[in-house]
């Protein structure tokens, strides 16, 4: 047994009397037995692997709640929210009412305090873990079983069952909009209204409505589950102990009352209370030439005037095209053929919800 990064170790047998399934995680980074046992209200806990605890209590209502963090490891705000939640849960402090999947996606990550060890997990679901050539590492061998995980999780409840993913994550770098989420593309689907109203409760105001299919978890969720999935970036990214977990109040106080089917009243939809933005265009790194042509710190949503150069790449240049675009998760170390930028601007929804 090892010790992790908040420096404790955790044994199978102290779950149930200290509830931090972290701990045990980071003790165990890479594989943990699985094992089941029940809590003081007869929930039946089940650890499927590191990282990945399954909860079903006596009684539940009919919803499937998936919630994640540390897909990037060291992402700590997403990963302190949600130990906390499960350490209430499994000491009984928190009475659960739905059937819930709590995953902490890269452990050695975490351990190592590194967004990824070698691949960007975040990259490689519905399917991409299996595409390159070669012996696969530690980030595809986890989103194939990630992916097992949450499709064993959702058939076990059965059909007609509403099904959520929340795929909770922190920024490289600041932002406009504090809190925005990512709505993965929904071949056509409407947007949904009650979905955008529990997530405005939870302090986020600003919507990225993707326009293509993607390999991000968030995705996987949507399009091969069928559930409400987003990716929900909800500050910038900080070591862990250096977070002000205060600003993540109204997010960790409704997924509180998700989980225990205690939602109060959510607010009307009212799309002037709401930022939305689509992509317009994404900038993908073809050389190891490429480099951003503005600050490192420039945050997320920055607007430039018509013309600037935002990044190069060789002899290719990236200009500013369309009044209003912004940009937003600029990172010129991705791999060759990454995403180094995506270019997006504002759009309305009206007519385009379902409830």
């Known amino acids: ?33 699985p094992f089941s046992c029940v809590l003081t209200d007869g929930t039946v806990a089940e650890i499927w692997d590191t990282g990945v605890i399954c909860l079903t209590p006596v009684q539940h209502g009919k919803t499937d709640v998936v919630i994640s963090s540390g897909v990037h490891g060291n992402e700590t705000a997403p990963i302190e929210l949600c130990a906390a939640l499960c350490i209430d849960v499994l000491t009984g402090k928190l009475q659960l009412k739905q059937r819930t999947l709590f995953l902490f996606g890269n452990p050695p990550a975490i351990n190592a305090g590194k967004r990824e060890l070698v691949d960007n997990l975040n990259r490689l679901f519905s399917g991409h873990h299996s ?11 986890r989103a194939a079983k990630l992916e097992q995980y949450v499709l064993r999780f959702y058939q076990a ?48 105001e600003t919507f990225l409505l993707m326009q293509t299919p993607a390999s991000t978890f968030s995705y996987f969720g949507a399009q091969s589950c069928g559930a409400h999935a987003f990716t929900l970036e909800l500050g910038k990214v900080r070591p862990f102990g250096e977070n002000d977990m ?14 225990t ?44 005037p018509l013309g600037t150069v935002l990044a190069r790449d060789g002899a290719i240049e990236y200009r500013v095209d369309e009044p209003g675009e912004a940009i937003i998760f600029p990172n010129a170390d991705v791999a ?13 929804i009206a007519g385009q919800l379902c409830d």
């Open 261 to 304: 089917d205690r939602l109060p009243e959510l607010a009307e939809f009212d799309e002037s209370k709401f930022n939305f933005f689509v992509v317009s265009r994404a900038v993908n790194k073809q050389t190891e030439q490429f480099e951003l042509c503005f600050a490192r710190n420039i945050e997320n949503f920055s607007q430039f």
């Open 157 to 204: 409840g059965g059909e007609g069952r509403e099904r959520l993913l929340y795929d909770l994550h922190t920024a490289i770098r600041g932002s406009q909009f504090e809190k925005f989420a990512v709505y993965p593309f929904l071949h056509g689907k409407p947007w949904n209204k009650t979905q955008l109203r529990f997530l405005h409760a939870c302090g986020v």
């Open 131 to 141: 595409k390159a050539d070669g012996e696969p590492g530690w980030e595809r061998q």
């Open 246 to 259: 205060s600003r993540f109040a109204a997010c960790d106080l409704m997924l509180r009352a998700l989980v």
């Open 336 to 348: 060759i053929g990454q995403r180094a930028m995506l270019l997006v601007k504002p759009v309305s």
């Open 1 to 33: 047994m090892t010790t992790n990064i908040l420096g404790r170790a955790l044994s199978p047998a102290d779950l149930a009397a200290s509830g931090d399934f972290l701990a045990l995680t980071l003790s165990h980074p890479e594989h943990l037995t």
